[in-house]
């Protein structure tokens, strides 16, 4: 939740998330699977819970301190879990954004400050209500383009002395 608030939030990566977390509606959640296959279900229990519970969360993040650390490993079990959620219908409900300590766009060197936009302090699967998605971007200009300000926002800040956080 500090990762959230003292970098997400300070630095507007996320325009729509000062509003739910100052609200209460972003959980954080550490997820304590003993290997991947928990973790599978560990999560999946979580999009569940997030459907069928009526509860003002909008956002949980699913930690993984002890999995996933491996970035290969942990892109091959995000597609795998969005493949779940689409085949079990859920995609409808439930949105997916995924960070890791070691996030690397493609053809970007490891190095470049705009891989910051998708790092975290841990492996972190992230469930987003699709109706408060939906609803925070029917009132944003141009939201296609907040990646692309990110990348440049990050690479401002922490190009010039190379000192990255993380």
């Not at 550490?30 to 956002?59: G, N, R, W, Y």
């Not at 993040?61 to 219908?89: I, N, R, S």
């Not at 009132?139 to 922490?158: C, D, G, M, T, W």
Request: aromatic share 10%; charged share 20%; proline share 7%.
């Amino acid at each position: 939740m500090d990762w959230v608030k003292d970098f997400v939030i300070r630095h507007n990566l996320c325009p729509f998330a000062a509003r739910p977390f100052a609200a209460g509606r972003v959980v954080a959640i550490e997820l304590e699977a003993t290997d991947e296959e928990d973790a599978f279900f560990q999560a999946l229990a979580q999009v569940q819970s997030l459907i069928t519970e009526q509860s003002e969360v909008e956002t949980s993040l699913l930690v993984f301190p002890e999995l996933l650390a491996d970035f290969e490993v942990f892109l091959d079990f995000v597609h795998t879990f969005e493949l779940a959620l689409a085949e079990a219908g859920a995609d409808a409900v439930v949105q997916l954004a995924h960070f890791h300590p070691a996030y690397r766009f493609a053809g970007v060197p490891a190095d470049d400050p705009g891989n910051l936009t998708n790092r975290a302090p841990y492996p972190v699967l992230q469930l987003l209500r699709v109706d408060s998605v939906a609803a925070a971007v029917d009132h944003y200009p141009e939201v296609e383009n907040i990646p692309e300000r990110n990348v440049a926002l990050l690479r401002s800040l922490y190009a010039k002395d190379g000192d990255t956080p993380g």
